[in-house]
């Protein structure tokens, strides 16, 4: 059975930086696409960052380029998100997601996806 293993997060002052970390385990077969997002309280999940895993392109939502990279290892079905310039907006549950097989859509749509990591608390301060 395949599982999203979300690690990192946690809290840090505006400003400050985060790296968030997501493997894939139960699976020998390299993900088509894996993304992130979030999902702050009251709100809609978010899409963040996508990274296709056969070549390596990627997406950002407007309101992280520039400030967040993502980046993955195929080989081990695992990307990483590094935080960079956070804002108090920033503050959320930050997902993984991931999708095998046939693309469903775009990497920073949550329909998009068949699997999802558990989620993982981010907390900026001003």
């Known amino acids: 059975q395949v599982q999203l293993v979300e690690s990192g997060g946690g809290s840090v002052q505006a400003g400050g930086s985060l790296r968030l970390s997501c493997v894939a385990t139960?699976?020998?077969?390299?993900?088509?696409?894996m993304g992130w997002f979030r999902q702050a309280p009251g709100e809609e999940r978010q899409g963040v960052a996508g990274?296709?895993?056969?070549?390596?392109?990627?997406d950002y939502d407007d309101s992280t380029e520039g400030r967040f990279s993502i980046s993955a290892d195929g080989a081990k079905n695992a990307v990483t998100l590094q935080m960079n310039s956070l804002k108090p907006e920033d503050t959320a549950i930050y997902y993984c997601?991931?999708?095998?097989?046939?693309?469903?859509?775009?990497?920073?749509?949550?329909?998009?996806?068949?699997?999802w990591g558990q989620g993982t608390q981010v907390t900026v301060s001003s």
């Open positions: 997601a991931a999708q095998w097989g046939v693309a469903l859509g775009d990497v920073l749509f949550p329909t998009s996806y068949s699997h």
């Open positions: 139960g699976t020998l077969s390299r993900a088509s696409y």
């Open positions: 990274i296709y895993m056969h070549g390596g392109s990627t």
